[in-house]
C-alpha cells in the first residue's frame, strides 16, 4: 500500500518560498481591455500605475503586515519595468517618507507622473532587478522599459546591478516573444534562484510571464493544486509557494539539520538489531 500517495517529502534546505506578484493595474491594462490595439501605442510605453492600481497596492500592503509577511521575507526580486517596480516598492518597502535623511528612499516622489510621496528603504529587504522575469518582449511599447540610467534616478535603492545594458536591447519593435520563449525565460530564472542564498523572495512581475512559467508544473497534481499553480493573476495578487531543488541545482546545507552522536556513543536501533539478528540465522 502506498501511504505517501499524494504526498511529497523533502528536504528543508532545498526549498525555497516565494511570494509572487503581479503588479497592480497599469494604464494599459485599461486602455487594452477598451481596444486590444493599444498595445501597440507607444502613448503606453513603460506605463504607469493608475490610480486604482495604487489602491490595490495599499490594500496588498495592508495584507502583508497583517499576515507577517513583512517580517520574513528576505529579498524583493523584481522586473525593471515603471508598473512593477511602484508595485514592489509599494507593497514590501518602507513607510512614505516626507523628511531628508542620509538612507536612499526605494522610490522618490511623484515617480511616473504619481502623487505619491518618496517611499523609504528603512527597515526594508533588499530590492534587485532581474531582466529575467520581464513581461513578453517586442512589439508592445508598454513591456519596453527606460534606461537604467532613469530608473535609478526614480528608484535609488534598487540593486540594477545584475542588467547589463543601459539601453533596452532585448524588446524589439516587429518581434514579439513566443509563448514558449517566455515559459523557458521562466524555467532560467527558477534556476537563477538557487545562486541566491535567500530562502524567502518575494517576486514582482507579469500576468504573461507567470502563467507561461508556471503552466510547466502541477501536472502530476489534484487539478486544484494545478490550478492555484498556474492560473492567471489577477492585477496584484500574492500567491505562496514552494519550489524543490530536485535536481541539485543549488549546493546550500542545511542549517537547521544535526549529524549527532556528539559525543559519540553505541546507537544501534532495535529493528537493525532485529534484523541483523534475523540476518544471521538466529
Known sequence: MDTAAGQILYP???????????????????EGEKNFEAYKSYDLFDASLTPLGWKQVENLRGHV???????????????PLLRTMQTAVGV???EACTDETSVPPLMNAGVGDSDRQAISSLNAPPFIAVELCREHLGVHPCDKRRSITDYRHMFPAIDFSLIEND????????????????AARGLKFLEWLWTRKEKEIAVVTHSGFLFH????????????????????????ELRSMVV???GMIGSDESSTNYSGKIPY??????????????????
Not at 16 to 21: N, S
Not at 65 to 79: D, R
Open 12 to 30: 528543508l534546505h532545498r526549498c525555497k518560498t516565494l511570494h509572487l506578484v503581479r503588479h497592480a493595474q497599469g494604464f494599459h491594462n485599461v
Open 65 to 79: 503586515k497583517a499576515s507577517g509577511l513583512s517580517k520574513t521575507i528576505e529579498l524583493v526580486i523584481v522586473s
Open 92 to 94: 514590501f518597502g518602507g
Open 167 to 182: 539601453e533596452d536591447i532585448l524588446w524589439k519593435p516587429d518581434i514579439r516573444e513566443k509563448n514558449e520563449e517566455v
Open 213 to 236: 512559467s508556471l503552466s510547466a508544473f502541477g501536472n502530476d497534481c489534484h487539478p486544484t493544486v494545478k490550478s492555484e499553480i498556474c492560473t492567471h493573476f489577477a492585477n496584484c
Open 244 to 246: 524543490v531543488d530536485k
Open 265 to 282: 556513543g553505541l546507537d544501534l536501533p532495535s529493528d537493525v538489531a532485529d534484523e541483523n539478528h534475523i540476518g544471521n540465522g538466529n
